[in-house]
């Protein structure tokens, strides 16, 4: 079997790496498990909390990672129907030497733009009844309960939906044959590039490529207990410690599941093997966190072991009132190219804690650039750093973040050799980005992506965006915006009324022919300025007249197909019939665009924006395409 990339790891990232690559046009995508499912370890036993980025140090990686997953995972959970609670959580105080604590993280969640407000103990009262703070407490409107299984599962149906890949289960990673072909359980797999997305058998994957000799794996789990349901009403929704930020656990915790039933989350434990996960010979001791106080430091999971300071949070709780169910897992993943030597191809450890909450942070990644931000620098206390460092003391920090800049400049070069050989996106791709965009924008939930100084790096050698986009003018038509789309996504063209003017056929076919588009939306909107005044007829004066003199058509048009209207149901229809003006006059001054139309290289769609509501409305291809694309060159009359 050949892959063109093969996906080590059906957990979620390795999922939402499949997903947003067919949804990109890439092809011949195979993820590969060991399991007879996916789930059956990190992505698929945690609590399901999605957090909200109040945790986060501003302006860090992980907080604006946290903040857009939780926009996208809450989004996608929309449209696809999956679970999806949305109760929000309460972090509660011990006494008032906590009380710092809690401004630091109120001020974290202003500054990272995470809604999160004080709340006295009356308003406690409200969102939770049985539960008990010292004075105030800190409410995060947006953290949400999801189903990391369903979450997983349909990753699973898009990823097959698409024709593009699929995923093969019971199929266990072994060894390279040589530098292009796997040798897992399953048979011999040939492949041109690799991902590592094995959690946490990561280090063993990254092992057979000669990557990430000095490292080890740093295992942690966290015990579940189901609360009996006779005192499952003691929990409306997600509570929390005050934590101590300088460690990254969050201390025991309480949870509603999307299925009503009510969890408290252990600490972090330090586990026996490798698939719970293991502390052995392979792995790296994980010494205990120096313990501030009890709750909030490391230690050997079991039963007595389990901090008793939930019971001053809920006088009504007592240790016998849980039920053992489960114990949630952290893993790790890399990229590696098949011709790279160790020196630069490092497996680089990655932060997980963050999970499935995070996986489709993925989504909204530059086109052309592998969307790298699941890959987190892990920081801990300085005890337990020297502790996992023991076998490598000579290691400084500085080296460790060469290495995972070394990594990042070699997932996005690989990501840009395979869209030079053909991964690229599809028309099909750029509409579902758009389409996403602008759910995000339409509800309020935007993610406004690559805007920052690194994007413009990016962008600076040269434009790879994967849609153009011709819109009016209107100041209320922001096309980057509508869409949610960041800088170098989208070629746009804008002028009042949309028109296709010579000059603007001139900038469409170098977006398709020379950009590479392989979509071209031609998008008007309600109550259009020019439309309106091509349906009323009255005269602008100077050049405007000459503007709109292509919509004159249109409007015509509509007003004899629909007698009996007038106002903005004419005009309506009116836009509609523009915008099939427009992609008339493009195919017609055009052979350039009727050319890649007829290959399969460019798909033009119609498209009405609502400025209102913000919907974008999908027309589809001209109703006489066949017609269109008949047409032999010359003037647009």
């Known amino acids: 079997m050949h892959a063109n990339i093969l996906i080590i790891g059906a957990g979620v990232i390795g999922l939402t790496l499949a997903r947003e690559l067919t949804a990109r046009g890439a092809k011949d995508i195979v993820v590969l498990d060991k399991e007879a499912e996916s789930g059956r370890h990190a992505s698929g036993r945690n609590s399901g909390v999605l957090h909200a980025g109040i945790y986060y140090a501003p302006d860090s990686l992980r907080a604006a990672t946290c903040i857009q997953g939780n926009?996208?995972?809450?989004?996608?959970?929309?449209?696809?129907?999956?679970?999806?609670?949305?109760?929000?959580?309460?972090?509660?105080?011990?006494?008032?030497?906590?009380?710092?604590?809690?401004?630091?993280?109120?001020?974290?969640?202003?500054?990272?733009g995470a809604e999160a407000i004080m709340v006295d103990e009356g308003e406690l009262a409200a969102i939770e009844p049985n539960a008990k703070t010292t004075g105030r407490a800190l409410f995060s409107k947006h953290t949400a309960v999801i189903d990391p299984k369903a979450i997983l599962r349909a990753l699973a149906v898009d990823i097959d939906a698409s024709g593009r890949g699929k995923l093969l289960y019971n199929a266990a990673f072994t060894g390279l044959k040589n530098e292009?072909?796997?040798?897992?359980?399953?048979?011999?797999?040939?492949?041109?590039?690799?991902?590592?997305?094995?959690?946490?058998?990561?280090?063993?994957?990254?092992?057979?490529?000669?990557?990430?000799?000095?490292?080890?794996?740093?295992?942690?789990?966290?015990?579940?207990?189901?609360?009996?349901?006779?005192?499952?009403?003691?929990?409306?929704?997600?509570?929390?410690?005050?934590?101590?930020?300088?460690?990254?656990?969050?201390?025991?915790?309480?949870?509603?599941?999307?299925?009503?039933?009510?969890?408290?989350?252990?600490?972090?434990?330090?586990?026996?093997?490798?698939?719970?996960?293991?502390?052995?010979?392979d792995t790296a001791p994980a010494h205990r966190y120096p313990q501030g106080r009890a709750g909030h430091g490391f230690r050997r999971g079991t039963r007595g072991a389990q901090p008793a300071r939930p019971k001053r949070h809920f006088p009504g709780l007592h240790r016998l009132h849980g039920l053992r169910e489960n114990a949630g897992r952290r893993a790790q993943s890399g990229l590696i190219r098949p011709d790279s030597r160790p020196e630069s191809a490092q497996s680089i450890p990655a932060r997980a804690g963050t999970g499935v909450r995070?996986?489709?942070?993925?989504?909204?990644?530059?086109?052309?650039?592998?969307?790298?931000?699941?890959?987190?620098r892990i920081k801990f206390p300085q005890r337990l750093t020297r502790a996992v460092r023991a076998t490598q003391r000579e290691d400084s920090m500085r080296k460790k973040l060469a290495l995972f800049a070394a990594f990042v400049m070699l997932a996005c070069a690989a990501l840009a050799y395979a869209s030079a050989t053909g991964v690229g996106v599809s028309a099909e791709a750029a509409l579902h980005m758009l389409t996403e965009g602008n759910a995000r924008f339409v509800s309020g939930q935007m993610a406004h992506p690559r805007l920052d100084a690194e994007r413009r790096a990016q962008t600076a050698a040269g434009q790879k965006p994967f849609a153009t986009v011709i819109g009016c003018s209107d100041s209320r038509d922001v096309v980057e915006l509508i869409f949610d789309q960041g800088i170098g996504d989208l070629f746009v063209i804008r002028v009042a009324g949309n028109p296709a003017h010579t000059d603007v056929v001139g900038t469409a076919e170098y977006g398709a022919q020379h950009l590479g588009t392989q979509l071209l939306v031609v998008m008007g909107h309600t109550k259009c300025g020019a439309v309106v005044a091509a349906v009323s007829g009255e005269k602008a004066g100077g050049n405007i007249d000459a503007l709109i003199e292509p919509i004159l058509k249109a409007a015509a048009a509509a007003k004899k197909d629909f007698p009996n209207l007038s106002g903005d149901e004419l005009v309506d229809k009116a836009v509609t019939y523009n915008v099939w003006q427009s992609i008339d006059d493009l195919y017609r001054q055009s052979p350039i665009l009727r050319g890649l139309t007829k290959e399969g290289k460019l798909t033009v769609l119609g498209a009405v924006y609502d400025v209102a509501s913000g919907q974008v409305k999908w027309l589809g291809e001209h109703p006489e395409q066949d017609k269109l694309l008949a047409y032999t060159s010359g003037p647009a009359h």
Request: with cysteine; charged share 20%; aromatic share 10%.
């Open 71 to 112: 926009r996208l995972m809450r989004a996608y959970c929309r449209e696809k129907n999956l679970p999806l609670l949305e109760c929000g959580k309460v972090i509660v105080a011990r006494d008032e030497s906590e009380w710092p604590t809690l401004d630091k993280l109120l001020a974290r969640s202003t500054a990272n």
């Open 180 to 281: 292009t072909t796997a040798v897992t359980t399953a048979g011999e797999m040939t492949f041109n590039f690799c991902v590592n997305a094995a959690g946490a058998w990561s280090d063993k994957v990254a092992a057979a490529f000669g990557a990430g000799a000095g490292y080890r794996l740093l295992p942690f789990k966290g015990l579940y207990r189901k609360l009996r349901p006779e005192r499952s009403h003691l929990v409306r929704g997600t509570i929390y410690p005050v934590p101590d930020i300088r460690n990254p656990f969050l201390g025991v915790h309480f949870t509603k599941s999307v299925t009503g039933e009510r969890q408290k989350a252990g600490q972090g434990t330090q586990p026996r093997r490798r698939g719970g996960m293991l502390q052995g010979r």
């Open 358 to 376: 995070n996986g489709l942070t993925i989504g909204p990644a530059p086109p052309l650039f592998l969307p790298w931000p699941f890959i987190f």
